[in-house]
């Protein structure tokens, strides 16, 4: 049975575009693989992107505390320079009192010399005129017994001229 030529031809024409089909859907195939390699390498640069993102903030963080560690020991720090001038001026200032308190016994203990030299001097200026006054009045004492010594004495031997008084008296 011959089929009539309109039909052939549109039997080739349906086959023709049943392959033109076929090749688009081929085309479209080959299309949809090639974009999926590409987003599937696409996905793995942003899951690498990702992946170095998260290290990069882990970084950023482990950085973070460090530099408030760093901060924490400057602060610190800081914190026991300041008690250390504070106390360095402390000590200063109670330096400077001692100096001064140094400088006022040095003085008071000059002045206390001072007087000590004078009332040593005083003492051996008395001593002195003391011991020439005792001697002056030895002297002015001798003087004025000597006659009454010599007196009395003469009134004993002739008072009582052989009674031998006068010799176990002197």
Known sequence: M???????ERLHQM???RRHRLSL????KELQSTKSQLL???LA???CLEQRHLLLERRHAELGFRILAEKSKI???DSRYQSATCELSAVKCEIEELEEKEKEWGIFYDAKRSEMKEFK???IKFESEIRVEVQRLRELVSNVCAPISLHKIANEIYSHP???TFLQKH
Do not use: C, Y
């Not at 011959?2 to 052939?8: E, I, V």
């Not at 859907?25 to 479209?28: D, F, K, R, T």
């Open 2 to 8: 011959a089929l009539p030529s309109g039909f052939h």
């Open 15 to 17: 086959e023709d575009a």
């Open 25 to 28: 859907l081929q085309a479209e």
């Open 40 to 42: 599937s390498s696409k």
């Open 45 to 47: 640069n942003l899951r």
């Open 75 to 77: 602060d610190s720090i």
């Open 121 to 123: 001097e005083l003492h």
């Open 162 to 164: 052989f009674s031998g």
